[in-house]
């Protein structure tokens, strides 16, 4: 079977992938949620049975020593179970998994250990050391991000060619600017939205970014599943998430057509790539759009807004297995 390393969006936790990761976790997959805020990795258990988006319960995850770890909000819900070691450090036997649990030696990269919030180029390095530590013990993985977490794919993608990948999925993500012109604007909205965080707080901020049309079609949710998503993001500090945006902005990222040619590129490797959209998510889609056009795959989700896989899980599980196929 195959791994999956799960990147998250803005303001989320590994615990967003909770449906997700229990439904490819039961079909044999193991799954591997980085914590982009923080400094773990939350590994796949066979036995898991725990909740996913509005449920109670939390997955408990290995930690290096082989206890169990249970939500650590202080570092963004889960971001125990893996401790990235310094390449000087003695400590490089690293434990990823949960109820099965495999123990390997090789060191992640200095550079994945430090503060990923430096800049977008960190936390790329990062993801490019978790990939490799993956592909080591399980085999190429499967690369799939969401919203901002597709974002840092798609870049990681750019900067790190040649990572070792069974296949890639891109949901809700954008991939770069059009141009400086377009970098600009992004980089003013971004700074804009940082200070709106420290100035005001997470609470009043998300008061605000829960206004967005980009999340609308949410609003149709069930009230608990509403407050699971409200809660979750509500566990980081305001200059965390100032932060994230600042140094991980799209205004960092390479222009639109290069990324684009980064996925055309995995697919000369025999690499599967997907991007996916929901269709009442009209930015998402059109961008969708101008991937099919550029010879990529890409799916539009109907009944589906930014969020595809909190929206319509069931199809969004299709169209991971659709790129095993």
């Known amino acids: 079977m195959t791994a999956f390393v799960l990147l998250h969006g803005f303001a989320q936790t590994p615990r967003s992938w909770n449906t997700v990761a229990r439904a490819l976790q039961e079909t044999g997959h193991r799954t591997y949620a980085l914590?982009?805020?923080?400094?773990?990795?939350?590994?796949?258990s066979t036995t898991w049975s725990?909740?996913?988006?509005?449920?109670?319960?939390?997955?408990?995850?290995?930690?290096?020593?082989?206890?169990?770890?249970?939500?650590?909000?202080?570092?963004?819900?889960?971001a125990s179970g893996f401790a990235p070691a310094p390449e000087a450090s003695s400590a490089s036997g690293v434990a990823l998994g949960g109820g099965a649990t495999s123990t390997?030696?090789?060191?992640?990269?200095?550079?994945?250990?430090?503060?990923?919030?430096?800049?977008?180029?960190?936390?790329?390095?990062?993801v490019a050391a978790t990939v490799r530590l993956v592909a080591a013990v399980e085999?190429?993985?499967?690369?799939?991000?969401?919203?901002?977490?597709?974002?840092?794919?798609?870049?990681?993608?750019?900067?790190?060619?040649?990572?070792?990948?069974?296949?890639?999925?891109l949901e809700g993500a954008?991939?770069?600017?059009?141009?400086?012109?377009g970098r600009a604007v992004l980089a003013r909205r971004n700074r804009d939205w940082a200070a709106r965080l420290r100035h005001g707080g997470v609470g009043a901020f998300m008061d605000w970014w829960e206004?967005?049309?980009?999340?609308?079609?949410?609003?149709?949710?069930?009230?608990?599943?509403?407050?699971?998503?409200r809660a979750e993001r509500m566990v980081h500090t305001?200059?965390?998430?100032?932060?994230?945006?600042?140094?991980?902005?799209?205004?960092?990222?390479a222009i639109e057509a290069d990324t684009l040619v980064a996925l055309q590129t995995l697919g000369e490797r025999g690499v599967s790539a997907l991007y996916l959209a929901g269709a009442r998510d009209e930015k998402y889609a059109a961008l969708?759009?101008?991937v099919w056009q550029a010879d990529l795959p890409a799916s539009v989700v109907p009944e589906a807004g930014h969020n595809v896989h909190l929206e319509q899980p069931a199809a969004y599980l299709e169209a991971l297995a659709s790129i095993l196929a």
Do not use: N
């Open 35 to 44: 914590d982009l805020y923080g400094a773990g990795l939350m590994g796949s």
């Open 50 to 78: 725990g909740g996913g988006e509005g449920e109670p319960d939390a997955p408990k995850v290995a930690s290096a020593s082989g206890a169990d770890c249970g939500t650590h909000a202080g570092s963004g819900g889960f």
């Open 104 to 126: 390997f030696t090789t060191p992640v990269p200095e550079a994945a250990s430090g503060d990923s919030l430096a800049s977008l180029a960190a936390v790329c390095d990062r």
């Open 139 to 169: 085999g190429a993985p499967v690369l799939v991000g969401y919203s901002m977490g597709g974002r840092i794919a798609a870049e990681t993608l750019v900067r790190h060619p040649g990572l070792p990948l069974v296949a890639v999925l």
């Open 174 to 181: 954008g991939l770069g600017p059009a141009d400086e012109a």
């Open 211 to 229: 206004t967005l049309p980009l999340f609308a079609s949410q609003r149709t949710l069930p009230a608990e599943m509403r407050a699971a998503v």
């Open 238 to 253: 305001a200059d965390e998430l100032a932060r994230s945006l600042e140094a991980w902005g799209a205004q960092h990222q």
């Open 288 to 290: 969708a759009e101008r």
